[in-house]
C-alpha cells in the first residue's frame, strides 16, 4: 500500500524557516506531479506549490520568493523550504502525489496525513 509521509512541521518565530518533508513508501510504478497544499483554520485547502517529474514549478502567488519546492526521484521525496515565513503561512500542510501503482494503470492521487506549521512569536 502506498503511503505518503510527512516530517519536519512544527513552530517558529516570524522570519524563520523551516524545511518539510513527504517520502512516498510502497510499492508503485513511478510518481507523476508532486506537491505541497496547506489548510488554515477555517479555511479551505489551498495549492501552494507543485513539481512535476522533471522539475518544473508552480507556486502560489502568496509563497513565490519565500518557498522552494525541490524533490528527489531516486528518493521518492519532495522538500519545502520555507523562509521569511509569516503568521498567515500558519496551517496544516499536506504533501501530494500522483502515483501510478502499476504501469498499466493511470495516475492517482495520493494525500499525506499532514503536518502542522506555526509561525508565531
Known amino acids: 500500500q502506498v503511503q505518503l509521509v510527512e516530517s519536519g512541521g512544527g513552530l517558529v518565530q516570524p522570519g524563520g524557516s523551516l524545511t518539510l518533508s513527504c517520502a512516498a513508501s510502497?510499492?508503485?510504478?513511478?510518481?507523476?506531479?508532486m506537491g505541497w497544499y496547506r489548510q488554515a483554520p477555517g479555511r479551505e485547502r489551498e495549492l501552494v506549490t507543485t513539481?512535476?517529474?522533471?522539475?518544473?514549478?508552480n507556486h502560489a502567488d502568496s509563497v513565490k520568493g519565500r518557498f522552494t519546492i525541490s524533490r528527489d526521484n531516486a528518493k521518492a521525496t519532495v522538500y519545502l523550504q520555507m523562509n521569511s515565513l509569516k503568521p498567515e503561512d500558519t496551517a496544516v500542510y499536506y504533501c501530494?502525489?500522483?502515483?501510478?501503482?502499476?504501469?498499466?494503470?493511470?495516475?492517482?492521487?495520493?494525500w499525506g496525513k499532514g503536518t502542522l506549521v506555526t509561525v508565531s512569536s
Open positions: 501530494n502525489a500522483r502515483i501510478k501503482i502499476r504501469a498499466w494503470m493511470s495516475h492517482q492521487d495520493y
Open positions: 510502497g510499492s508503485f510504478f513511478n510518481i507523476n506531479d
Open positions: 513539481i512535476t517529474s522533471d522539475g518544473r514549478t
